[in-house]
């Protein structure tokens, strides 16, 4: 089995990778530190699973994920995510993630997932089920995308250019995310997606 790990810490890609390449028939072939950098890592050899960090510079997670479901139908993907966030979760889940875990999870959790991923299952551990159940969808899947990439600093134009929309139905989707959310410029927007837990 081919995998690919992208996330930007790389202390936690290395032991993740320790993890995996003691198990037989495992072979992490690939490991991006951004999201810009997984698709040119699909492109180069066959992988089999990719293992997608949430919180990650270079683009939107959930877009990514859709783009890689859409592109390769037979990749599996793990989402594996700090967030507690359930409408964040919610989006991977959407986005047709094959498993969503949070990475507080166990070494054998992760590895009864991956069994279990690639035996056609999709797995939605306990914990992101419940974060799944209680939370209140404030924000659209395309308004939520779009409010992440403006906060990794990414114009208008960058983010229209990212989702597929125009700079004016991303300015819309900002002005939405604004009102509902009660704030009235960019770094109080900023502030409360981080005070909700969403980015």
Known sequence: MNILLADD???????????????????VVAEVASLDQVQPALQQQ???????????????????LGYCKQRYPELKVIALTGTQSGIVLKQLRDARAD???????????LLRCIAQVMDGRTVLSDAVQQQIATCNELLT????????LIYQGYAST????QLNLSAKTV?????????KLQVHNVVQLIH??????LV
């Open 141 to 148: 899947a395309r308004e939520l995308q779009t409010v992440q």
């Open 171 to 179: 300015d819309k989707h900002r002005e939405n995310v604004m009102r």
């Open 99 to 109: 498993a969503v875990l949070l990475k507080d999870c166990s070494g054998p959790e």
């Open 46 to 64: 066959a992988i089999d699973l990719l293992i997608l960090d949430y919180h990650m510079p270079g683009g939107e997670s959930s877009a990514m």
């Open 9 to 27: 810490h790389t202390i936690f890609r290395q032991g993740l990778k320790l993890l995996l390449q003691s198990q037989e028939g495992m072979r």
């Open 192 to 197: 409360k997606l981080r005070q909700l837990n």
């Open 158 to 161: 960058d983010v229209a250019a």
